[in-house]
């Protein structure tokens, strides 16, 4: 069996839907055994969100976006599903807004908006859209059925971001398709707590839903469409020379999707990694092209890294002493403090004498983080063997990645060669112990040069070759 999770993007209009429509019913009269995950249609989702939030501050204005989530899906139905046809689909879609209706009134009533409520209430747009593809389907005369995953996937109550509850789930999946001959049109991104309360699961939560089914399924392979070719050794607004990937291991997409590329989510990686399932990146638009393959397998590969990801803003904060110099214990008490704090580390640099250590975060933690840390090293700074905590903002950060680099020499000097070439100063490098990543701070307004100059070193064939 394959498990396609169709995206956003990919549901984004009538003629979209249409063409997921046909790849499906083409994929079938091929006699492949599919199951198909769908995300909310479009910007749904962000409706949702926003009429949510103006509902819990009494701003009456959340009936209009309200209206527009009901007028773009009953369009939907009226463009793609006959005349004949539509009464059941429009029947039902208008009874799951009457209930969206009623949850956002009770939070502009209560002017309270839950963890919990707000979980419930974007689940609808995931509910829709499955409903209506599978109603699309059968227009189609393709034997489907609309399946609601909070029914198997079992969570913990962290709403937002919940815990999958594995035992629970994998065997709610695996009893419920020994029962079902009819295709699945699952829902995305949505769970259910032990007491059936709604849950969701956090960014790219449509993705981990197809991987959660194809691993408990042990499915051939687990397609993501969505509107890309796969995934490219560059961000292709910023490197107009990047080209599509053939093949990743899992490790590289993790490294590139924690570094800014639009991949696939780590999380949503495990499940597949687990069971060695390849996941395949498609695009929705141009669907015989073969896509990205993401598995256990290294290709074989003609350049030394593979790929070159980014985040376009960071900021660096270093804590520096020379009293920390052979000071057991303060780098753990550093990290402790963020963690408390809940902010996220992008990477790490320390000096080799202990002098400095710094690390990367989003833009908006690096006050949190300042903050965080002169109070846990409130003694240390006045007793000055911690002489100052600094921010450095308008930072960019580089990552280049490829399994290759553990055997290939010289990597780090051709990069900074490259860099050095093109004037652009780097402010901080990391890299692990792996050898899989080669980290690059540099300034913002650096970045697009920066990336050009590196793609340009590594990717040029001829240049290559001729090594």
Not at 181 to 205: D, H, M
């Amino acid at each position: 069996m394959k498990i396609l999770k169709f995206g956003g993007t990919s549901l984004e209009n009538a003629g979209r839907i249409d063409r997921v429509t046909t790849i499906i019913r083409n994929l079938l009269q091929s006699k492949e055994q599919i199951a198909v995950v769908v995300s909310a249609f479009g910007g749904v989702t962000d409706l949702l969100i926003q009429a949510a939030k103006k509902a819990a501050i009494g701003d009456g204005r959340y009936s209009e976006l309200e209206q527009q989530i009901e007028d773009r899906h009953v369009h939907l139905i009226r463009e793609l599903i006959t005349v004949q046809n539509q009464s059941h689909a429009l029947a039902h879609i208008i009874r799951q807004l009457n209930d969206l209706h009623d949850v956002l009134h009770g939070v502009f009533l209560v002017r309270e908006l839950s963890a919990r409520v707000l979980d419930f209430i974007m689940s609808f747009g995931e509910r829709l859209s499955a409903f209506i593809v599978a109603e699309v389907l059968k227009e189609k005369n393709i034997t489907a059925q609309f399946l609601d995953a909070r029914q198997l996937i079992k969570t913990n109550d962290r709403f937002g971001q919940a815990q999958v509850l594995w035992p629970d789930t994998l065997a709610n999946i695996q009893q419920y398709f020994q029962k079902q001959n009819a295709l699945q049109v699952i829902t995305g991104f949505i769970a259910s707590t032990l007491k059936n309360e709604t849950t969701t699961l956090g960014r790219s939560g449509s993705d981990y839903t197809a991987s959660i089914i194809g691993a408990a399924l042990n499915a051939q392979e687990i397609q993501i469409w969505s509107d890309v070719n796969g995934v490219m050794t560059a961000d292709p607004r910023q490197v107009p020379e990047a080209f599509t990937l053939p093949r990743l291991t899992y490790e590289e997409a993790m490294e590139l999707s924690h570094f800014g590329a639009q991949v696939i989510h780590p999380r949503t990686m495990q499940p597949a990694l687990d069971k060695k399932i390849p996941i395949r990146i498609k695009n929705t638009l141009n669907a015989k092209h073969p896509g990205t393959v993401i598995s256990a397998q290294a290709n074989a590969w003609p350049y030394p890294i593979k790929a070159i990801s980014s985040l376009d803003a960071i900021a660096l904060v270093s804590v520096i002493g020379s009293g920390m110099i052979g000071v057991t214990g303060i780098a753990g008490r550093i990290f402790t403090a963020l963690a408390r704090e809940g902010i996220n580390i992008i990477l790490i640099s320390q000096a080799s004498s202990e002098h400095s250590i710094c690390f990367g975060v989003l833009p908006a933690s690096a006050t949190p983080a300042r903050k965080a840390l002169e109070r846990e090293l409130k003694l240390e700074l006045m007793e000055k063997t911690v002489n100052k905590i600094q921010v450095e903002n308008d930072l960019s950060v580089i990552a280049v990645v490829g399994e290759k680099m553990r055997r290939t020499r010289g990597i780090a000097g051709r990069a900074f060669s490259a860099l050095g070439h093109s004037g652009i100063n780097i402010v901080a490098i990391a890299q692990g112990s792996s050898e899989l990543n080669i980290s690059l701070v540099v300034e913002q307004k650096d970045l697009t040069a920066a990336l050009q100059a590196i793609h340009k070193e590594f990717f040029n064939l001829q240049q290559e070759t001729s090594r």
